[in-house]
Nanobody, 121 residues
Framework: QLQLVESGGGMVQPGGSLRLSCAAV????????IGWFRQAPGKEREGVAS????????IYASPVKGRFAISRDNAKNAVYLQMNSLKPEDTAVYYC??????????????WGQGTQVTVSS
């Protein structure tokens, strides 16, 4: 049974950076495309970035394009989300998910429990 564990969240000032990690327990991540999603209070969960099984293709939501970068290291069984130039509107709980490539929640069947990211001065 695949379990996903996110880490790296925290509080940062606007313009700062954070790197989120997603680790797998119970299976290998290279069997799946991986997506990062976020959910702010009172809002629906939205796709942020996705990466294919091999890592040869990525896709980003428009609000984060050019600021966020998704990557994976299959040898370490981990996926990362580098977040730069953070804005207050990036504040949310961030989740990683395993499934099929894309930004739609319905493509993913395995979810982590999330990590809080707060951008505030």
């Amino acid at each position: 049974q695949l379990q996903l564990v996110e880490s790296g969240g925290g509080m940062v000032q606007p313009g700062g950076s954070l790197r989120l990690s997603c680790a797998a327990v119970g299976s290998t991540l290279d069997l799946y495309a991986i997506g990062w999603f976020r959910q702010a209070p009172g809002k629906e969960r939205e796709g942020v970035a996705s990466i294919t099984r091999s890592g040869d293709s990525t896709i980003y939501a428009s609000p984060v394009k050019g600021r966020f970068a998704i990557s994976r290291d299959n040898a370490k069984n981990a996926v990362y989300l580098q977040m730069n130039s953070l804005k207050p509107e990036d504040t949310a709980v961030y989740y990683c998910a395993a499934g099929f490539f894309g930004l739609d929640r319905e493509r993913y069947g395995h979810w982590g429990q999330g990590t809080q990211v707060t951008v505030s001065s």
